[in-house]
C-alpha cells in the first residue's frame, strides 16, 4: 500500500504549487461566481471572498509541519496526534466519513458544472447528459494508475493561463466599457441587511471555507517536496494563483452577469471566437477530470488503508466514490445549495483544525463529537426549523451554517472542557512549534490574509 497514491520520487516546489493550484481552484468556480453575483450582486462574493482571510494559515503554520510528518494521506495524522485506542477509532471513522462523504460532495461540484456545461454544448438532456460523463469518468478511473498527476496539472495550468489571456482580451476589456462601473461601495455592504451578511461572512464564515490546516489532499503535495522551505513556497505560490484567479474569474462572471448571459461557461463561449470555443472544452474536460482524479484517489487512499498494496480494491473504490459524487450532482443540480451544505457541515469542525494543534490536552473524542454533531445538525436541520427560517436578516442557509456551526463549536468545547485531559506522545510534542511560534505565526497569517484581501477588492474597484 505504501507505494500506492505516493509520488514515486521527489517533485520540485513550484511542480507541487501549480498541482495545489489546479486542484483546488475549480473550473465551476467561474459558475459558483455568477450563480452569486446574479442573485445578489457583489455582495455575494464575501461568501468565498472573506476565505481570503485565511489564505496564508498553510503556507506560514501547516506546510512545512506536513512535510516534517511524511504521511502517506493526512488520516495517519490521527494515530500519530492522538495515541490510543481513541485515535484508532477516529482513523477508522474518518476513513469513511471524509473518504466518502467529503470527497463526493466536492466532485459532485466539479460534476454539476461540467454536465450542465456539455449539455448546453451539445445539446443533450442533463440526465443523458449525466450518463454519458459517468460512463467515461468509469472507465477512467479503472485505468488510472492511482498516481497523484502533477505533470498533467502543469500542463492543465499552462491552458489555464491561456484561458485567462481568452477572458482578459475577448471578455474583459470589450464588455468592461459598457458595465455598469463599480467602486469601493458597490463592493462593501450599503445597508443593514448587507452588513448582517458581511459579518456573518467575514466574523464566522470565512474558515469553513478553506481547509484550515492542509489536511486533504494538499497533505502528499507537501510530502513530496525535498525540503520543508520547498513546502512553504509551494503553498505560497497556490495561494497568489488563486488570488490572481479568483479576481480575474469574478470580473468576467459579473460582466457577464451584466450582459444576461444564460451561464458562466455559456457567455464565455458567446463571446469568444470559435477557434477558441473548442479549447475551452479541452480545458473543461482536463480540469474536471484532473480534479476528480485528485479527489477519488485521496478519497480511496484513505478507505483502503492497508499495509499490502491492493491496486485492483483502490480502483474499485475509486469507482464507487465517483459514482457516489454522481448521484449527488443529479440530485442536487445547484453549486450554491451543494457549496452551503458542505459550508454548513464544516463551519463549526473548521475550527477545531487548528485548536488541536496550538492544545495538546484536545482528545480525539472531541474530533469526534464536533464531526458527528455537524453532520447530523446539518442533515436534520430541516427537521428542526421551518424551511424559510432566518435570523439576523440572514438567508436561510446562511442561518443553517450559523445555528449549526455554532451548536457544534459549543459542544465541540463543552466536550474538551468535559472529558479527561488528553496526553499526546512525545513524539508528537517534538514535532509542534511552542504555543507562543504558533499563535505569533498565526497573527502574521491573518495579517497577510487581510493585505491580500485589500489587494484584491482594490484590483476590482480599478478596473470596473
Known sequence: MQSIFQFKNRIPWWLS???????SQSFFQGQLYFEIIQSSDWSGIWLFWSGTLGAFIIPLLFSR???KLQLPNDNHFYPIRFPGKGGLFLFHFRRFYVGILVCSFLMALGLITYAQFISSFIGLSIATTFIFIGIILLAMMWFNNLEFQVRWDFVIMVLYFILFILLIYWIILPLKSNASPIGWSNLLPNDQAGWSHWIFYVGFQWWATQQMDGGSFETARFAGVDQEKAARKSAILATVASAISSVIIAIT????VQHHAASFWTGVLEWIPNPAKYFVVLLLTGMMAAQILALSNWGASLIVDSKQENVQ?????????VGFAICIAFQNQSLVQVTHYIFAISAGVAPFYILRWIFPSIGPWTQVVVMLTSFMGTLFYPLLLPQDYSILQLRTEETRTLIVGSITIIAGLLSWLILPPFHPSEHWLSVIPSKRVFLLQLMQALA???IL???MIAIVALIL
Do not use: E, R
Not at 17 to 23: A, D, E, K, P, Q
Not at 253 to 256: D, F, Q, R, T
Open 17 to 23: 504549487g501549480v498541482s495545489l493550484f489546479i486542484i
Open 65 to 67: 509541519l506536513w512535510h
Open 253 to 256: 462572471a459579473y460582466l457577464l
Open 313 to 321: 480494491l483502490s480502483k474499485i473504490t475509486v469507482m464507487i466514490l
Open 448 to 450: 497577510l490574509g487581510i
Open 453 to 455: 484581501l485589500v489587494v
